[in-house]
Each structure stands twice: as C-alpha cells, then as structure tokens.
C-alpha cells in the first residue's frame, strides 16, 4: 500500500520568504504521478502542481516548484516569496496504477506578516 | 464552467441514522472520487466510481457505500452512523481513467459535505 510521508505538523514562514514543505513517499511501483494540494480554512482542496516518476525536470508552476528527488523518494514543495494568502494546508498525493490519490497527514503553513 | 458542487454544505445526524451526500462533477468528467478528512488529520480514500462503475475502494466498513448515475453525478451513503463518522467528506472528479499519464488526472475537489454524528 502507498504511504506518503509529511513530517512536519506546521511550518511559519516570513512574508516573501521561500519555504520548503517537505514530503516522502514510498512505492515500488515504476510509474506513478506526484501532487501537491492546497487546503484554505474553506476546505476546497486546491491544486498545485504535478511530478510525473518519469519526468527528468522538476515540475515549477509560478511561485511552486517541486523538489523531486527519486532516488531518495523525496518530493518536497518550494514556495517562493510567501504571501499571507499562503497561510493553509498542504497535502502531497502519489497516484500509482490504480487511478486514485493517496495522501500524507499535511502540513500547516503559517505566512507571518 | 461549473465546478465539483457537494451537497448538503452542513449534515447533523444522529448515532444510528442514514446520511446521504451528493456531488456533481465538472461537466465531462467521469470519475468521481470520495474522501473522508476527520477533523485535524489527512485525507482517506473511501470510493471512487468511473463510467458507473465502482473502480476501487479504501479500507472502509461497508456501511460507507455510494453509486454514479448515468449523468455521472454520485452519491455516499453512509448506513448506522457512528460518531467517528464525523468528518468533512469530499468529492473530486477527474477525466476518468487515462492509461499511462498521471498528469492528466488532476482531481479537481469540490468544497466538502460536513457530517456531524451527535
């Protein structure tokens, strides 16, 4: 079974500073898909940004992009220049064969002003 | 374009009670998938339905149970509540299923049914 791996419970960041939110995940399978979701306090999970096993860059999508580290089975999310509207939830998510996500626990981000 | 629409935003049952939510995909989208999040802890994978058809499901009692209509729309059942059944429950929906590309089956969520079991 997939288990994916977020250890750090909360994390503060400086407005317009980077953060790293840190995510592993462990699966045997060749060919899987790597996600990044954003929950506010509204509870709509939002889509971030995507890391394909095979793709040989790291994913970016504006102020996101994604640490993939294969070998150490590591995909951790960078955000860029912080915003206080950053301030939520973040969930990774590995989709293997089966076409479902599998999420880590979260980690909460607090942007302080 | 409309988005994932869940209803009823708020449920209160009470132990023993049925509960019944709903949800509408993103129109073309045919895979429909529900999500247990009780408060302060991650997402659990309860169903996930595509062209009708129930595809996979979690590690769930069947009392959890659901169905997808032929308008793709579905809905989660859930039979003798329990006070662990308290939780927001979310459904997404997807293109359905892609052989091969993981990417292109972002699930777009909607904003959640909040079931409280007194």
């Known amino acids: 079974a997939q288990k994916i791996t977020q250890t750090q419970p909360g994390m503060f960041v400086q407005e317009k500073e980077a953060v790293t939110l840190d995510c592993t995940y462990d699966t045997s399978d060749p060919s899987y898909g790597l996600f990044w979701y954003k929950q506010p306090s509204s509870g709509e999970m939002i889509f971030l940004i995507y890391q394909g096993s095979y793709d040989q860059q790291n994913a970016t999508e504006g102020r996101y992009s994604l640490n993939f580290q294969k070998a150490r089975k590591s995909a951790n999310l960078v955000i860029s220049a912080s915003q206080l509207g950053d301030s939520a939830m973040y969930f990774c998510?590995?989709?293997?064969?089966?076409?479902?996500?599998?999420f880590g626990t979260g980690t909460r981000l607090t942007v302080i002003p | 374009e409309a988005g994932v629409t869940q209803s009823p935003t708020h449920l209160i049952k009470t132990r023993g009670q049925q509960a019944t939510l709903r949800c509408s995909p993103i129109s073309g989208h045919t895979s429909v998938y529900w999500y247990q999040q009780a408060l302060g802890l991650g997402l659990q994978f309860l169903l996930w339905y595509d062209e009708g058809e129930e595809r996979n499901r979690g590690n769930f009692p069947p009392r959890f149970s659901g169905r997808q209509f032929p308008n793709y729309s579905s809905e989660l059942n859930v039979n003798a509540l329990e006070l662990e059944d308290s939780a927001l429950y979310l459904c997404a929906s997807s293109p359905g299923q892609l052989a091969g590309d993981h990417g292109a089956n972002v699930l777009t969520f909607g904003a959640g049914s909040r079931l409280t079991v007194l």
């Open positions: 998510a590995e989709e293997t064969g089966a076409n479902n996500l599998f």
